[in-house]
Structures are given as C-alpha cells and as structure tokens.
C-alpha cells in the first residue's frame, strides 16, 4: 500500500504559474512510473503527465511546453510546473501511480488538489 497526497493547488490568473506536488507515503512509488491526471465535472479524467523511474516524459498535447512534471527521489515526490496557466487547466489534479498483482492492476490515487484558473 502507499498513499499519495496532494498539494499546491489553488485560485491563479491565466498567464500565471502553480506548482503541484505529490508527495508518497513509500519510496516504492519512485520505482514506479507517476501520472498527473486531471478531471472537470461531465468528463473523463484525462492524463496530463507522465515520468518513468528513470526520468522519461511524455504530456498530454494540450500541457506541452507549458507544464513540466519532474520527480525528487530524496522526498518521494512528483511535481507539476504549471506555467502559462489556461482557463482550460481547470479542473482537480490527481496524482497516480499503480501495481500489477496477481490480482490485475491495481491503482493507487490521491486526493486531489483543485486548480482554479481566473480570466
């Protein structure tokens, strides 16, 4: 088991920055791959971000060269650097992270944090 918990989300101006971070109850979770994910109300949670253990990236077309998710292996932590912000970043950011038991996959999600963006 691990627990991930949010944290950095809050009310910005589009044009502005935020950063999110993911902090893990167990270092295990750096040997994982770690997602960024975010939701709007009447949609599907989309994947935002993505880091391997070994540092490889990949971002959804709509963040790409604005957000940049790094990890810091000394904290057990996944962060989001959000910049030039968009009213479209809206949403709740999750962070995530999963296993393959014998049982399938199994997901591991935080809580949370709301990003709110002001025109």
């Known amino acids: 088991q691990v627990q991930l918990v949010e944290s950095g989300g809050g009310l910005v101006q589009a044009g502005g920055s935020l950063t999110l971070s993911c902090t893990a109850s167990?270092?295990?979770?750096?040997?994982?791959?770690a997602y960024w994910y975010r939701q709007v109300p009447a949609k599907q949670r989309e994947l935002v971000a993505s880091i391997t253990s070994g540092g490889t990236t990949n971002y959804a077309d709509s963040v790409k060269g604005r957000f940049t998710i790094s990890r810091d292996n000394a904290k057990n932590s996944v962060g989001l650097q959000m910049d030039k912000i968009k009213s479209e970043d809206t949403g709740v950011y999750y962070c995530?992270?999963?296993?393959?038991?014998?049982?399938?996959?199994?997901?591991?999600w935080g809580q949370g944090t709301q990003v709110t963006v002001s025109s």
């Open positions: 995530n992270t999963y296993a393959i038991t014998p049982r399938g996959r199994y997901d591991y």
């Open positions: 167990r270092s295990w979770f750096m040997l994982n791959t």
